[in-house]
């Protein structure tokens, strides 16, 4: 069974800085894009940071995060990470990882296969 799974999330003041991991079993990331989304209370579900398959790693940024956040992979771990620094208290929300086909501008959540199951990012003000 496919399992996407998400770690690293927490409580972070304003300012601070978390990683997030997310590693799948029964499925190699190595020909997919991969994807983190995040959702807050209330609000639609939207597309954080993405980066293509092995061999092309080509990212995407939403424009709130460019030059913040950090998405890359690591092949040998089948992980891919999302490096949030100057974290902000409306970037409170669950994050979840997505696997799927192509990593587009905009990051669309049904172009993704596999989810995670989220992990809750909280920054205090």
């Known amino acids: 069974v496919v399992q996407v799974v998400e770690s690293g999330g927490g409580l972070v003041q304003a300012g601070g800085s978390l990683r997030l991991s997310c590693t799948a079993s029964?499925?190699?990331?190595?020909?997919?894009?991969v994807a983190w989304f995040r959702q807050a209370p209330g609000s639609e579900r939207e597309g954080v940071a993405c980066?293509?398959?092995?061999?092309?790693?080509?990212?995407r940024y939403a424009h709130s995060v460019k030059g913040r956040f950090a998405i890359s992979r690591d092949n040998d771990k089948n992980t891919v990470y999302l490096q949030m620094d100057s974290l902000k208290p409306d970037e409170t929300a669950i994050y979840y990882c997505?696997?799927?086909?192509?990593?587009?501008?905009?990051?669309?959540?049904?172009?993704?296969?596999?989810w995670g199951q989220g992990t809750q990012v909280t920054v205090s003000s």
């Open positions: 980066i293509n398959w092995r061999g092309d790693d080509t990212t």
């Open positions: 029964d499925l190699t990331f190595d020909d997919l894009a």
């Open positions: 997505a696997a799927g086909r192509y990593c587009s501008d905009p990051m669309r959540t049904f172009e993704y296969i596999y």
